[in-house]
Structure formats: structure tokens, C-alpha cells
């Protein structure tokens, strides 16, 4: 829960609560996840 949280503090600028295509096209969530994905140890994203 807290993590939804702080993608939409993050990606949200409207303040609406839903994600638009354009603020995930701007933002790195996708490339975020895949590093996440990637890394054995995931404390050592970001």
C-alpha cells in the first residue's frame, strides 16, 4: 500500500488519483519496475 502511495505522490501531478497514459509515458515507472525485476536485492534501487 504504501508503495502505490508514493507512485501516485510521484507520477499523480493532477492530483486526481488515476495514472493517465501521458504522466506513465513522462515518468520512469515502467524502467523502475524492470530494474526492480532485474536486481537480486531490490534495497539497492534508487
Known amino acids: ?3 502505490i502511495y ?3 505522490y510521484y507520477m499523480n501531478r493532477s492530483g486526481n ?3 493517465t497514459l ?4 513522462r515518468g520512469n515507472l515502467i524502467a523502475a519496475m524492470q ?3 532485474d536486481e537480486e ?3 539497492k534501487v534508487l
Open 22 to 25: 501521458r504522466e506513465l509515458k
Open 6 to 8: 508514493r507512485i501516485f
Open 41 to 43: 536485492d531490490i534495497n
Open 1 to 3: 500500500e504504501t508503495v
Open 17 to 19: 488519483g488515476h495514472l
Open 35 to 37: 530494474h526492480v525485476d
